[in-house]
């Protein structure tokens, strides 16, 4: 944050009419580390460069956390009674209640607390409170994503909230990529009506909302400086406004051949060359017109890892390894590959996809049917007949089967007779074996009673334990791959919900994959021809989630 001292000073250095009291407050937060990211958040600090060149005080922060987030208010709260126009523009995450609305801080837990939040955010009311004071002077920019309402915490609400501007307060809101254009680029210039520039930005307005509100007015006339002819400027004005309004190569041509020497004339060239230079522009466009919200996105980036393309993660955010999925998947369908959708492409991705999950639950269901068959035949020729010799040769077979846990519960019956037949001595070293449960520990138990109660018992264990060995580094490779996608608690609860809407059996929704979920996990995954190792992949989540939508 700059310091006030020097941003002051150099207000009174650069000012040109403005006078050094007006003050601006710019937050800016788009790189959240628990909440989804705001897509051009932090653009709104990027006006402190104007602000301070008309002489406004001007606190700015870029990504503010909770620390930073209050130390600009404390900064605000103290140059505000002095000030005479106040603009104050804040970009980012909100959460509202039914009475106020707050500004997050990029370290905002993922669940917000009515009571902390005072403490940790901006309060809406706080700024609304100081800009009645300068009524007439006052405007309010909000910026942030249009994503739907969601909870956000107990008595929380995801987005901005009904807000209800005082007397003489001017509140502009809009996403945060045109709020953040429209501060820098619109509220700053000498004599802009903002009313109609933020109509003509599709921002909304309430509040104070005159047509002729002017919140920098033009300079004093210096009449050592010959007045340019108002009707040449004012037609040249509008005759750019409507050539930015069409942003095409040929627009900004046909504004340098009628005015080649104009007021925008070097802009006009950059552009030109910005646009010829961009491959795609007219599809970047076209895409960006949808307005996909970062559900939506995340959906498509589901819908081509169903089809095999991979994106590199469903973060709704498309980088390049999302771009290089769509180019992929428009090259393989005869389309121009530009890496930007279409509506109509978009359709007929989501109607693939839906077709390729109902292809694999309709396979993993046959394998599935043909699996529990040969299961059963097993079951009745070993486990069925109740002896300790069926019930391992079914578990060794068939580990996570259908009756694995009806095997293992009788041998268990059988283990508690064998402890009460056996001898105290046989028991104690059976103990000591089972307490250490290595394979030195069961070898040395075998070698003191070959002949013990448990000797079943420790063959049985020592070969699970020998598999286990060979498998551990693929087991640790597995771990660490589902480590990686960094699980939530609440994630997890859906898995196991979801496991259990398949008859799998991964015990209570708690968030906490013990065993019975391992073995659930490994069930879906043999079902689906998937690696069977008990921990997730992310193409492991794609299926369920696309499964479970199916069932």
């Known amino acids: 944050m700059r310091n006030l001292l020097t941003t002051t000073a150099l207000g009174i250095l650069l000012s040109t009419g403005a006078m050094a009291s007006d003050l601006a407050l710019l937050i800016g937060n788009e790189d959240y580390e628990a909440l989804p990211d705001v897509r051009r958040g932090d653009d709104m600090a990027d006006a402190e460069e104007s602000f301070d060149d008309l002489g406004f005080v001007t606190i700015a922060q870029s990504d503010a956390s909770t620390v930073e987030t209050e130390a600009a208010l404390v900064d605000f709260l103290a140059e505000a009674e002095g000030a005479d126009r106040i603009l104050v523009a804040l970009s980012g995450r909100f959460v509202h209640s039914s009475q106020d609305t707050w500004l997050l801080p990029v370290d905002a837990e993922e669940t917000q607390s009515l009571r902390d939040l005072p403490r940790q955010a901006i309060a809406l009311s706080t700024i609304l409170s100081v800009l009645s004071t300068h009524p007439g002077k006052a405007v309010l920019v909000l910026g942030t994503d249009s994503e739907p309402e969601e909870e956000a915490g107990a008595f929380l609400t995801t987005g901005l909230g009904v807000i209800h501007p005082p007397q003489g307060v001017t509140v502009i809101r809009g996403t945060a990529q045109s709020a953040a254009a429209f501060v820098e680029d619109q509220i700053t210039r000498e004599g802009r009506q903002i009313v109609a520039a933020a109509n003509q930005a599709n921002l909304t307005v309430s509040g104070f909302a005159p047509a002729d509100f002017v919140f920098v007015a033009d300079k004093p006339d210096d009449p050592s400086i010959t007045a340019p002819d108002e009707g040449l400027s004012a037609a040249e004005e509008a005759y750019w406004q409507a050539t930015t309004e069409t942003d095409s190569a040929a627009a900004y041509e046909g504004y340098l051949s009628r005015?080649?020497?104009?007021?925008?004339?070097?802009?006009?060239?950059?552009?030109?060359?910005?646009?010829?230079?961009?491959?795609?522009?007219?599809?970047?466009?076209?895409?960006?017109?949808?307005?996909?919200?970062?559900?939506?996105?995340?959906?498509?980036?589901?819908?081509?890892?169903?089809?095999?393309?991979?994106?590199?993660?469903?973060?709704?955010?498309?980088?390049?390894?999302?771009?290089?999925?769509?180019?992929?998947?428009?090259?393989?369908?005869?389309?121009?590959?530009?890496?930007?959708?279409?509506?109509?492409?978009?359709?007929?991705?989501?109607?693939?996809?839906?077709?390729?999950?109902?292809?694999?639950?309709?396979?993993?269901?046959?394998?599935?049917?043909?699996?529990?068959?040969?299961?059963?035949?097993?079951?009745?020729?070993?486990?069925?007949?109740?002896?300790?010799?069926?019930?391992?040769?079914?578990?060794?077979?068939?580990?996570?089967?259908?009756?694995?846990?009806?095997?293992?519960?009788?041998?268990?019956?059988?283990?508690?007779?064998?402890?009460?037949?056996?001898?105290?001595?046989?028991?104690?070293?059976?103990?000591?074996?089972?307490?250490?449960?290595?394979?030195?520990?069961?070898?040395?138990?075998?070698a003191a009673f070959p002949q013990g109660a448990f000797v079943e018992d420790a063959n049985a264990r020592l070969s699970e334990l020998t598999e286990d060995d060979e498998n551990a580094e693929e087991i640790a490779a597995a771990q660490a791959r589902e480590a990686a996608l960094n699980l939530n608690t609440l994630t997890k609860r859906l898995i196991e919900e979801r496991l259990d809407g398949f008859g799998l059996k991964p015990g209570p929704a708690d968030g906490t994959f013990d065993d019975d979920t391992r073995r659930a996990i490994r069930r879906y995954q043999t079902a689906r021809e998937l690696e069977p190792t008990g921990y997730l992949t992310q193409d492991a989540i794609v299926r369920l989630l696309a499964d479970s939508i199916l069932r």
């Open 259 to 446: 005015y080649p020497n104009g007021t925008h004339a070097t802009e006009a060239k950059s552009r030109i060359d910005a646009i010829r230079s961009e491959p795609n522009r007219d599809d970047r466009l076209a895409e960006e017109a949808l307005s996909l919200n970062r559900n939506a996105r995340r959906e498509i980036q589901r819908d081509l890892s169903l089809l095999d393309y991979n994106t590199r993660g469903i973060d709704g955010i498309f980088g390049p390894g999302s771009r290089n999925a769509v180019k992929a998947w428009q090259r393989d369908n005869g389309m121009a590959a530009t890496s930007y959708l279409t509506r109509d492409q978009i359709s007929q991705l989501d109607a693939q996809a839906e077709r390729r999950a109902a292809e694999l639950e309709a396979e993993a269901e046959a394998r599935r049917a043909q699996q529990e068959a040969a299961d059963r035949a097993f079951w009745a020729e070993t486990g069925s007949r109740g002896d300790e010799a069926g019930l391992r040769a079914y578990l060794k077979r068939h580990p996570d089967g259908v009756f694995a846990e009806v095997a293992q519960e009788r041998l268990d019956v059988i283990e508690a007779g064998k402890r009460e037949a056996a001898a105290a001595q046989d028991r104690a070293a059976w103990d000591t074996a089972t307490t250490a449960d290595t394979e030195a520990a069961y070898r040395d138990y075998l």
